[in-house]
């Protein structure tokens, strides 16, 4: 029987003769083909005798016997002692554990027991309990592996397809879906999906890849698609899918897995738009405190925020100590939006937020203009305002971004922190360049203020051909004051002289305080005729001075009053500026001279005319 699959004989099942001693014992043909067959079968096989003793077995039999004696291997002992019984064939199997002592893996054995003889031959037997028993075993661990793995995959696809975000899918060749996971997907359970068009659910006008995943005849990873929930609301998929065809090649549809990334998506985009919105927000700030001058800061840091929330025009803006807004710079100087009527309505809305502690943006519609005025702070209190201005009708920033947990903070609210310092810095600095042009005791322009903006002022007049008057004022009899009635005394006549000189000026005068009890005043468009006047004015007002600094004069005080040289600028007659000075100062000395009190009119530049004494 060698060279092939052994096969049981016919000596299992009919008596070839009678017992016959064999090699010195009682051994019958049964047992000597029985374990010819043992030796010669590829899988584990053993002979039992009466009373279920092992009488023989094959090398592959050593495992079982190993079990058999540790008393493992019931299975067997139940097999061999009923077919012992009986006379009949019969099958059974064991399964034995991964032995963690010898490494050995689990295994499982299927058993076919038979008896050396048929049932029928009883006669020709052994007593019942004594026939001796062969069983053959067939190893299905692999088969059994293979059967769990199936088993254990299919739970685990399951259980994944429940639990996971994921969904998978078929279609067939229009593209209807035959099968959705249980879980279902997008909002619609897998039933409601179940013979639904793919092409339905696809959002066509904010697709991202031209591409079909649902219907396509070749493997495709990673696309990327647009589609519609349940809600009706865009969700955003990666698809990974491959075509499915059959045994004759021909295309039936594709299968594969979606993700809804919606939320990684939103994510990544917020992420995005943060690390945008941090570059405008250092580029805006460098620009505001990147330069020495407040109004090229404040230019740069408006138009780098008009262009990045696209406003057609931008515009910083100040208040002062009146609470009166001021355009310290302008993205777009030349739109018609900014005038006095719009600034004034601005300068309302930011008190009545003020009043309610409000500190939103405000927004109106004016002449199909929105604005949105955004409050600057500093140290609490607001300090001007952000002012975006859209001719397209839309106040709000378009870059406002929606946060997942809520709104991100407009550009504009976030950059006002900075801008409300750099306000406050240009206020400081104004502030100190007004304290460096003004006269500490009177408030009048000092003489350094007074020459430069005279300067100014006598160029352009040369200019426009018109004509202007210089005064140059003396106090008469100021002395006498400080050394009867002290110098507090003195400084509240200074004082109550300048305040005659502010109340009784026009817009576009300059009036100062030259020094000690010296002033001037510069008047513009005004002639000789015109400068008379004012001057008799102000001999008449300064009568007036020692009751308003409340000083009550001895009789034997002289008169406090003034003295006045008037330089008429005329651009018939050029002259430079100190040319002008010396004429005004010569004749206020004259009047000195004469006897204080009155006004001398000095000579032209030309010399066409006398001076002009004024009693």
């Not at 002992?77 to 002592?101: C, K, M």
């Not at 339905?200 to 697709?207: A, F, G, I, K």
């Not at 405000?362 to 702070?377: E, N, P």
Request: proline fraction near 4%; include cysteine.
């Amino acid at each position: 029987m060698s060279g092939q699959n052994p096969i049981l004989s016919a000596a299992f099942w009919r008596r070839v003769g009678s017992p016959n001693k064999v090699g010195g014992s009682d051994m019958d043909v049964f047992e000597i083909i029985a374990r010819a067959e043992i030796t010669a079968f590829p899988g584990p096989a053993l002979l039992f005798g009466p009373g279920g003793s092992v009488l023989a077995a094959n090398r592959e039999a050593s495992r079982l016997i190993k079990a058999l004696t540790d008393g493992n291997a019931q299975d067997i002992r139940i097999l061999q002692a009923g077919v012992s019984a009986t006379g009949r064939p019969a099958i059974g199997q064991i399964f034995l554990p991964h032995d963690p002592v010898t490494g050995e893996a689990q295994a499982l054995y299927y058993l076919t027991a038979m008896a050396l003889a048929a049932a029928e031959h009883l006669s020709e037997q052994h007593a019942i309990g004594e026939r001796r028993v062969m069983i053959l075993c067939r190893d299905g661990s692999a088969e059994y592996a293979m059967r769990n793995a199936l088993i254990e995959s299919r739970d685990l696809y399951r259980d994944l397809s429940r639990c996971s975000s994921d969904f998978s899918w078929q279609t067939d060749e229009n593209g209807a879906f035959t099968f959705v996971s249980t879980k279902g997907a997008l909002g619609f359970s897998a039933q409601a999906l179940n013979g639904r068009r793919s092409q339905d659910l696809l959002d066509q006008t904010s697709q991202l890849s031209g591409t079909n995943p649902f219907i396509i005849r070749t493997p495709v990873e990673n696309i990327e698609v647009s589609m519609r929930d349940a809600k009706g609301d865009l969700r955003h998929c990666r698809v990974d899918a491959l075509p499915v065809y059959d045994k004759m090649n021909n295309w039936r549809g594709a299968r594969g897995v979606s993700s809804d990334i919606t939320e990684a998506r939103t994510h990544q985009l917020a992420l995005e738009f943060m690390h945008k919105r941090e570059s405008q927000v250092r580029a805006i700030v460098e620009a505001a405190h990147g330069s020495l001058d407040p109004a090229a800061a404040f230019s740069n840091a408006s138009t780098l925020l008009a262009s990045a929330v696209g406003a057609s025009n931008c515009c910083i803006l100040g208040l002062d100590s009146k609470q009166r807004l001021r355009i310290l710079a302008a993205s777009n100087p030349d739109s018609n939006t900014q005038n006095r009527a719009t600034l004034s309505r601005i300068e309302l809305e930011i008190q009545d937020a003020c009043r309610n502690n409000f500190s939103d943006p405000i927004s109106f519609t004016d002449a199909g203009v929105s604005h949105q005025i955004t409050m600057t702070t500093h140290a609490g209190a607001p300090n001007g305002a952000i002012w975006l201005q859209n001719a397209n009708g839309d106040a709000n920033e378009v870059n406002q971004f929606v946060l997942p947990g809520g709104f991100m903070r407009s550009l504009a609210q976030t950059v006002t922190g900075h801008i409300g310092i750099a306000i406050a810095h240009e206020n400081q600095m104004c502030r100190l360049a007004e304290l460096s042009r003004t006269d500490e005791l009177t408030g009048l322009m000092n003489r350094r203020a007074f020459m430069e903006d005279l300067l100014q002022r006598h160029g352009h007049l040369h200019r426009v051909s018109r004509v202007g008057a210089l005064l140059y004022i003396d106090l008469d009899n100021f002395k006498p004051v400080n050394d009867r009635h002290g110098h507090a005394a003195g400084d509240r006549v200074l004082k109550e002289f300048a305040n005659i000189l502010d109340s009784h000026s026009r817009i576009g005068d300059l009036c100062a305080r030259l020094g000690g009890d010296e002033f001037a005043i510069w008047l513009e468009d005004t002639d000789a005729g015109g400068a008379e006047v004012k001057a008799r004015h102000l001999i008449e007002e300064a009568k007036f001075l020692p009751r308003l600094a409340g000083i009550a004069p001895a009789d034997d005080m002289p008169v406090l009053g003034l003295s006045i040289g008037i330089a008429i600028a005329d651009p018939r007659f050029p002259e430079q500026l100190p040319q002008l000075i010396m004429r005004a100062d010569e004749v206020m000395y004259q009047v000195k001279r004469q006897g204080k009190g009155s006004v001398i009119i000095a000579r032209s530049a030309g010399g066409l005319t006398s001076s002009i004494s004024v009693k």
